[in-house]
């Protein structure tokens, strides 16, 4: 997932490399840059390192076998040339949910985030491939070359004075942020294509990746939109990975005609819930939220809950029983056409007493209460 991995192997790269590493510039730089065979600075970094990430981790006990399991079929659908990696999986007891991985091959994943996978080998194989590509792809040494990159220019460079003329220069910092976020975001989505192709070459259906997406939204997991972003938000991720879900799942079904024999057996229920609108009609607001389903067979429940104080996000992926405080309106749907619509009716009375509390949520659960996508609802007007 690497949702916070990036930043930090970013910072323990500054704090332990004393000596820069010189290369010649390329003209561009991009995620599909080879690295330079003479590049050992991200492996050597990742050796230095190794005693401490070994150290603040544990094995994969038996409680976590699934991922264990997931893990070995994965790395049987790696390119053989990645035998040089030390592969192995580890948990990181601190009930946090994200995953990270070392440029050795070491994949790191938070307690919070393993118990969430639980003993889904799918969700498993969402997480642990995503961080698996970005190992064999090296992505922590194009994130350190991009960024050295536009340290030294990186066509950021502004001229001070007459252009025929000596003059000062600087770097324009805003701009090489903005530019540096937006490499780390392809990164990202490359990662997340490359893994998704190495789920379905291993057996497991390409549609975890979304759910696993949607659960941490649904979590409370941030990935906002933002030019200095280092990860996609989950919106432009569905967005971005529209073709590549595709692909992948043409992948899959040529291995695995018979879906339910699969290493991951049958593909989970996803829901891609876009943004809510909200529009004033006579005396009533409606909330309008546009969604479609796949691999559904029944209905889904969509949830609109409002609650005075956001004390606790929920965990587990379980929609939380609603306190005194919280109201909440119910719909049942198929969600059987290509983009269903889920209307609620408020009245104006009622939309503006709800505008004076703090959360106002969408979820969408099946039917044993599991949360299957959420999304933010616009500000009611006072």
Known sequence: MAIAGARWFRFHLSVYVFVLWTISSPAQVSET?????????DMQTAAHLRPKLM??????TSRYSTGKLVFERLLQSVPAETSKFAWQV???ENDQLNAYSSPDGGIYVESGLAKLAGSSAGLWAALLSHEMAHVVRRDWARRYLYEKYLERGGGTTIVLGD????GDSWVDSEKASADFGRFCRRLELQADREGLMLMAQAGYHPDFVPALHHLLHAEGVAAKASLYAMHPCWEERDREL???YTDASIEFAHRWPEWYASPGGN?????FAEDPTLKKIGGEYQIRV??????LAGAVEVVLRSDEQRNEVMRLGRLPEPSGQEREMRQL???TSPTTTVIFNLTDAESRQRSERHWTDLYVIDAWGSVLARADLPKMPR
């Open 333 to 335: 749907t198929g969600c």
């Open 290 to 295: 546009p969604m479609h389903c796949e691999n």
């Open 33 to 41: 840059s080879e690295v330079p065979s003479q590049f050992k600075l």
């Open 163 to 166: 252009p025929g003329l000596p």
């Open 90 to 92: 580890r948990i990181v």
């Open 242 to 244: 529209r073709h590549a």
């Open 267 to 271: 593909p989970p229920v996803v829901v």
């Open 55 to 60: 150290a603040d981790s544990v094995s994969t």
